[in-house]
T-cell receptor
Framework: KNQVEQSPQSLIILEGKNCTLQ??????????LRWYKQDTGRGPVSLTI?????NTKSNGRYTATLDADTKQSSLHITASQLSDSASYIC???????????FGTGTRLKVLA | ETGVTQTPRHLVMGMTNKKSLKCEQH?????MYWYKQSAKKPLELMFV???????ENNSVPSRFSPECPNSSHLFLHLHTLQPEDSALYLC??????????????FGPGTRLTVL
């Protein structure tokens, strides 16, 4: 069964600290993996997308990694800011069916 | 702004009411999607339209009725809903269905409460 699991479910960190969010998937065949940021009361916004051949991709203070062998991805946030408080959703696209499989998200809260 | 707008942003309705959610995209996309987002659950795909044709109905109860008059507009007609239908309803668009490398752009959602 195609599934995407994220951990932790929620995370609280102090402003300026780094953090790493995890995404494990069992989607096959794999097409691509995207990380979204969803602010409260808003729709998700794409941060990065990676295909099978990409190991890492950055978008400002956000760096995503992908290990296609172990079917794991991580999103690393550097020098967190209050505006990083949001839910982060990992989405894997299945080849062939071209379906999007969503994780349940990690809720991040950054405290001053 | 993502280029996808949704109205209303909040809706409270009784189980016997009929209401409609509206989505409009200004991105020139050809695919539009309805998703349901409930607390602590992954986004659930409800319907997909590609070039105005419905291509996916993910076993959604008939009390939800979609309509796509053109590639820029998508509606979700609601009637005789249940309290468990309370959720955030998100609309999204992308260039074309099936090309998952292309980003889905989401609207802000409609927060629906069914009493």
């Amino acid at each position: 069964k195609n599934q995407v699991e994220q951990s932790p479910q929620s995370l609280i960190i102090l402003e300026g600290k780094n953090c790493t969010l995890q995404c494990n998937y069992t989607v096959s065949p794999f097409s691509n993996l995207r990380w979204y940021k969803q602010d409260t009361g808003r729709g998700p916004v794409s941060l990065t997308i990676m295909t099978f051949s990409e190991n890492t991709k950055s978008n400002g203070r956000y760096t995503a990694t992908l290990d296609a062998d172990t079917k794991q991805s991580s999103l690393h946030i550097t020098a967190s800011q209050l505006s990083d408080s949001a839910s982060y959703i990992c989405v894997v696209s299945a080849g062939g069916t071209y379906k999007y499989i969503f994780g349940t998200g990690t809720r991040l809260k950054v405290l001053a | 702004e993502t280029g996808v707008t949704q109205t209303p942003r909040h809706l409270v309705m009784g189980m016997t009411n009929k209401k409609s959610l509206k989505c409009e995209q200004h991105l020139g996309h050809n695919a539009m999607y309805w998703y349901k987002q409930s607390a602590k659950k992954p986004l659930e795909l409800m319907f997909v339209y590609n070039f105005k044709e419905q291509t996916e109905n993910n076993s959604v109860p008939s009390r939800f009725s979609p309509e796509c008059p053109n590639s820029s507009h998508l509606f979700l007609h609601l009637h005789t809903l249940q309290p468990e239908d309370s959720a955030l309803y998100l609309c999204a668009s992308s260039q074309e269905e099936g090309q998952t490398y292309n980003e889905q752009f989401f609207g802000p959602g409609t927060r629906l409460t069914v009493l």
